[in-house]
């Protein structure tokens, strides 16, 4: 296994990270579709997020997406001075840094538009938006479509520091809506109807993020939709893979590996002894009772990575059974080399994990460039 000083610890591959995103750029240019490629769930502690954007815009990403003013603030202090694209639809508190160092931002309520518009012309800046359509997911964006259309033409006719960039949607994410050609179909319809009423074509139509990834890739993407905002896609296709079922062997699915140490071996009753109340969440969990299994326990916790579902240990036979915030235990019964307290094992990584182990202060990192 690998040694590193410290543990846990995040490695992440910038070289196959690229590759991949100038794969996913690829294939969505061949539908006449550009990228902004989303940094919200990489590291935001050390000084990779300014690397990563980087590499995003070299790997031919026209814009950045990120969803926290904080962390675009960040990225401005830093240096970083292509086109950001603020994802979540902003607080009102925030609009005066929203047009200091955003260029464009998702928006769903007329009242803010108005006050970004303020503030835009307080900057003395003219401030893109675009406009976020719910279709169903029931997250963000306006749900009723003449309101979309009456806020687009404000936009346009009436607020004079701001500019109609599009409209967008998201799925997938509250509602875990699937994206099809009904729905994203009727997204390029309204795009057609406000064209049609401001005499002009819309720079963007953005089918939304990941999961508009398949229809990329099968070619079933409604004609129109011109623009994706991609974060999980193009750093970790794992879940792509595994859970959409898509075939891409064109891209790297070992962007991030965690490491974590042992720090105890022992053999234990596979089922716990006494009265089985409620565990550290709240939740009342169920066992097996297979006797007396080695198992090893790992300095690794839900605070690292959220979810154990949301890692998979690279230890053949070796098997998750859980743990609580600051442990993992393994079952080691099977597994044939002999692991020592020490000892340090890998685990594959997909999206829940990734976004917890990045944004997480006890979480090392390591970049292979
Ligand atoms: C996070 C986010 C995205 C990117 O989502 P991925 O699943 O990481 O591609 C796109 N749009 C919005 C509004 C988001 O919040």
């Known amino acids: 296994m690998k040694k590193f000083d410290r543990y846990p610890i995040l490695e992440i ?18 539908n006449e579709i550009s990228v902004t490629g989303v940094v919200k769930a990489t590291d935001t502690y050390e000084h990779s997020y300014n690397e990563i ?14 969803s ?4 675009i603030k960040r990225m401005r202090e830093m240096g970083f001075n292509k086109e950001i694209l603020l994802l979540r639809v902003p607080m009102m508190s925030e609009l005066d840094d929203v047009v200091k160092y955003s260029d464009c931002s998702l928006q769903s309520e007329l009242n803010v538009l108005k006050l970004t518009n303020e503030a835009a012309k307080r900057e003395n800046k003219i401030h893109s938006v675009i406009l976020m359509m719910d279709l169903g997911d ?9 309101e979309l259309i009456d806020a687009a033409l404000m936009v346009e006719n009436e607020f004079s520091n701001l500019y109609l960039k599009g409209i967008g949607t998201n799925l997938g994410c509250y509602g875990a809506i699937c994206p099809d050609e009904k729905n994203l179909g009727r997204l390029v ?11 002009r074509t819309l720079d963007i139509v953005s089918g ?9 890739l099968n070619n079933t993407i409604p004609k129109g939709i011109n623009h994706l905002r991609i974060g999980e896609g193009i750093v970790l296709s794992r879940d792509l893979i595994d859970i959409w079922k898509c075939d891409m062997p064109f891209m790297y699915q070992d962007i991030y590996t965690i490491y974590a140490q042992v720090i105890e071996v022992k053999e234990k009753p596979s089922y716990p002894i006494g009265k089985i109340f409620i565990d550290a969440f709240g939740n009342t969990p169920e066992y097996e009772d297979l006797g007396i299994r080695k198992r090893a326990l790992l300095a690794l916790g839900k605070r690292d990575i959220g979810s154990f579902d ?23 019964d099977e597994v044939e080399e002999e692991i020592r307290v020490g000892d340090v094992i890998g685990f594959d990584v997909y999206y829940g994990a990734m976004v917890f182990a990045n944004n997480s202060s006890s979480v090392y990192k390591r970049y292979i460039k």
Do not use: Q, Y
């Not at 036979?317 to 442990?327: F, M, N, R, V, Y």
């Open 208 to 216: 939304g993020g990941t999961s508009s990834l398949p229809m990329v």
């Open 189 to 199: 319809n309204i795009a057609e109807r406000i064209e049609g009423k401001i005499s």
């Open 13 to 30: 591959n910038l070289s196959h990270m690229k590759s991949n995103v100038k794969n996913i750029v690829e294939k969505c240019s061949e």
């Open 68 to 71: 926290r003013m904080n962390t």
């Open 53 to 66: 954007a980087n590499i995003m815009i070299s790997a031919g990403c026209t814009s950045i997406g990120d």
């Open 138 to 146: 029931l997250r963000e964006g306006f749900f009723d479509e003449e």
């Open 310 to 332: 949301s890692v998979s240990v690279k230890l053949p036979k070796a098997i998750i059974l859980g743990g609580s915030s600051d442990h993992l235990i393994l079952d080691i």
